[in-house]
Every structure is written in structure tokens, then in C-alpha cells.
């Protein structure tokens, strides 16, 4: 094999390689993106869960702070 050829290979071996880089740094760019998306969803939904177990908590208050203890007498109205 003959100097040339040896450095047209070479040269074709490090084009592919720096093309597959490429191809790996935007795929890596759209992962990152697509995680952050993944974690912002992610963070509203645990927002989400605790909307209902607030209101179900402050109704139980509620109707525990209406309703009169046992042994108390209404407030004469």
C-alpha cells in the first residue's frame, strides 16, 4: 500500500469519525432538551398530586371545625 492511499484512508477514516461526532453532539443536544421537558413535566406533576390532597385536608378541617363537639351546646342563636 502506497503512502497516498494510506493518507486518503486516513483522511476518509477521520471525516467519518468528525461527521459521527456531529451527529452524536446534536443528538445529545436534542436528549438534553427532551430531559429538561422530561423534568419541568415531571415538577408540575408532582404540583399537580398535591392540589387534591391540600382540598381534601382543608375540607376535613372544615367540616371538623363545623360541626359541634361532642357535649357543647349550640351558640343560642
Known amino acids: 500500500m502506497t503512502l497516498y492511499v494510506r493518507c486518503?484512508?486516513?483522511?476518509?477514516?477521520?471525516?467519518?469519525?468528525?461527521?459521527?461526532?456531529?451527529?452524536l453532539d446534536e443528538l445529545e443536544g436534542q436528549l438534553a432538551k427532551q430531559l429538561a421537558e422530561v423534568r419541568a413535566e415531571r415538577d408540575?406533576?408532582?404540583?399537580?398530586?398535591?392540589?387534591?390532597?391540600?382540598?381534601t385536608g382543608q375540607l376535613?378541617?372544615?367540616?371538623?371545625?363545623?360541626?359541634?363537639?361532642?357535649?357543647?351546646?349550640?351558640d343560642g342563636r
Open 8 to 23: 486518503v484512508m486516513e483522511l476518509d477514516l477521520l471525516e467519518r469519525i468528525a461527521a459521527r461526532r456531529a451527529e
Open 60 to 74: 376535613a378541617e372544615e367540616r371538623c371545625s363545623a360541626r359541634p363537639m361532642p357535649g357543647q351546646v349550640g
Open 44 to 55: 408540575e406533576l408532582a404540583i399537580a398530586e398535591r392540589v387534591p390532597k391540600r382540598m
